[in-house]
Structures are given as structure tokens and as C-alpha cells.
């Protein structure tokens, strides 16, 4: 199985600030990520899929990079909404795994 | 629009068994595959498996082979999750989700005596 290790599993930040949030693939996965944002109480929403596609709707202060083995989700300048749980999806090969969650919380 | 809305809350003794349903709206069903996700109080989301809504076939997750089954009613253009003797540790909230991008508002099944 593909493990993903997500880091950091929570931080704090202020609004205004650039955020980083990072999935390291066990194995090479392509481009073959998704990043989900998940507010408590909701279902998570996807936010980019294969690696770096910004997701219909999704406002651009998101984006993602990598490919293979290091993957990167940034918040350019972080909004009030953007206080949520993020986490990574690989759907290179089964079975599919999420990494752990990165709780985004305001200083 | 594109919609996924699924069954509600269960409260379900040890032993039983549930269904959780997920009725597509606004697309063609048998377009696109059908996730389930599971999540546990205050832990993070978890691959159970996904079903081929064009032939029905399912993959399950390790861990989800056995007492989880997923089948389809395309005339409903519905996906289910059964799950049969029901444990504690199965509580949580299950969500449906097709291909990623549209996902269902989700159903707490809590199992309790």
C-alpha cells in the first residue's frame, strides 16, 4: 500500500498569511493527488486534483505542485474560510489513501 | 445540479446490521464511479472502497472485504454501503463521493447498546 505522510499535522497562521502544506508519497504516484478541504461538521470538498489543477470554483490563493513523491498544497494569502482540516488523497493504485489531516487553526 | 444525498442518521445495537444509501441527482449515474469514505469521531477520513456504476463491480479497501458490501440500483441512480454485525469501532459518519468531486452530506452511523 502508498502511504502518505502529510506535514505539518496542524499549524497556526494569521490571516494574510502563505500557508504550505506538504504529502510525501511512500512510492511514486505521478501526479495522480488530490487536495480536500474539510470544515467541521461537512463533508470535505476538493479543492486540486492531479496535482495541481485548481478545481472549478475554488478561489486561486489555492494551488498545488509536485509530482512523483513530493507534493505541496499553498494558501498565496489565507482567508477567514480557509481555517479547516486539509488533507491529500494519491488515487495512483489501490487501495486509495488519504494522508493524516493538517488542522489549520488562526494564531 | 450535481448532487449526491444519502440516507440519515442510524442508531444501531451491536451485532445489527445497516444500510446507507446515496441517490445521485443531475448526471448521467452510470458515468462515474462511486466512492465511500469513512470517518470516525474527531479521526480522518478513510478509503473504504468504490463501486463501478457502469458493471457494478466493487473494490474494497483492506479492512473492508467481509462485512462491508456495496451495490448499486441504477433504475434510482442509488449506491449503498450495507454493513452487517455492526461493532462499536464501526461508528462514524460515512460519506459517499463520486470520482471526488461532488461528495454526499454524509451519514452518522453510531452503534451503541
Known amino acids: 500500500d502508498i502511504q502518505m505522510t502529510q506535514s505539518p499535522s496542524s499549524l497556526s497562521a494569521s490571516v494574510g498569511d502563505r500557508v504550505t502544506i506538504t504529502c510525501r508519497a511512500s512510492?511514486?504516484?505521478?501526479?495522480?493527488l488530490g487536495w480536500f478541504q474539510q470544515k467541521p461538521g461537512r463533508a470535505p470538498k476538493r479543492l486540486i486534483y492531479?496535482?495541481?489543477n485548481l478545481q472549478s470554483g475554488v478561489p486561486s490563493r489555492f494551488s498545488g505542485s509536485g509530482s512523483g513523491t513530493e507534493f505541496t498544497l499553498t494558501i498565496s494569502s489565507l482567508q477567514p474560510a480557509d481555517f479547516a482540516t486539509y488533507y491529500c488523497?494519491?488515487?495512483?493504485?489501490?487501495?486509495?489513501?488519504f494522508g493524516g489531516g493538517t488542522k489549520v487553526e488562526i494564531k | 445540479q450535481v448532487q449526491l444525498v444519502q440516507s440519515g442518521s442510524e442508531l444501531k445495537k451491536p451485532g445489527a446490521s445497516v444500510k446507507v444509501s446515496c441517490k445521485a441527482f443531475?448526471?448521467?449515474?452510470?458515468?462515474?464511479?462511486v466512492n465511500w469514505v469513512r470517518q470516525a469521531p474527531g479521526q480522518g477520513l478513510e478509503w473504504m472502497g468504490s463501486?463501478?456504476?457502469?458493471?457494478?463491480?466493487?473494490t474494497y479497501a483492506p479492512g473492508f472485504a467481509g462485512r462491508f458490501v456495496f451495490s448499486l440500483d441504477t433504475s434510482a441512480s442509488s449506491a449503498y454501503v450495507e454493513i452487517s454485525s455492526l461493532r462499536a469501532v464501526d461508528t462514524a459518519v460515512y460519506y459517499c463521493?463520486?470520482?471526488?468531486?461532488?461528495w454526499g452530506q454524509g451519514t452518522l452511523v453510531t452503534v451503541s447498546s
Open positions: 512510492q511514486g504516484i505521478d501526479s495522480d
Open positions: 443531475g448526471y448521467m449515474f452510470t458515468h462515474y464511479s
Open positions: 492531479g496535482a495541481s
Open positions: 463521493a463520486r470520482d471526488w468531486d461532488f
Open positions: 463501486i463501478n456504476t457502469n458493471t457494478g463491480r466493487p
Open positions: 488523497l494519491q488515487r495512483h493504485s489501490y487501495p486509495l489513501t
